[in-house]
């Protein structure tokens, strides 16, 4: 069965940094993108940032510069590294992998496993 877990999140003032990492297991086959999303109760749920299993990242425009998206070398672990962390960055922070194409990598039906999320607090 696979399985995402998420873990790092916490309470923070703005301008600190925190590190989110996702551990993936149950896979036969690596997926091809893992993704780290955000919700906020009453809005719609935002790309953060992917990374692909050859490498290449990618990132929302509002957390380019402060966030980086990494991985372990056996790809079963990914880590979201957040600094100069703002107050509107207060998210529950969800983990994903997929493999289905069609969409920008912040399409969240290219996903298809999510963790529970961790949450993220930043305060003024």
């Known amino acids: 069965q696979v399985q995402l877990v998420e873990s790092g999140g916490g309470s923070v003032e703005a301008g600190g940094s925190l590190r989110l990492s996702c551990a993936a297991s149950?896979?036969?086959?690596?997926?091809?993108?893992k993704g780290w999303f955000r919700h906020v109760s009453g809005k719609e749920r935002e790309g953060v940032g992917a990374?692909?299993?050859?490498?290449?990242?990618y990132y929302a425009d509002s957390v380019k510069g402060r966030f980086t998206i990494s991985q372990d070398a056996a790809k079963t672990t990914v880590y979201l590294q957040m600094n100069s962390l703002k107050p509107e960055d207060t998210a529950m922070y969800y983990c994903?992998?997929?493999?289905?194409?069609?969409?920008?990598?912040?399409?969240?039906?290219?996903?298809?496993?999510w963790g529970q999320g961790t949450q993220v607090t930043v305060s003024s």
């Open positions: 149950g896979y036969t086959v690596t997926p091809n993108f």
């Open positions: 990374i692909y299993r050859s490498g290449p990242t």
């Open positions: 994903a992998a997929g493999d289905r194409y069609g969409g920008g990598w912040s399409s969240p039906s290219r996903y298809n496993s």
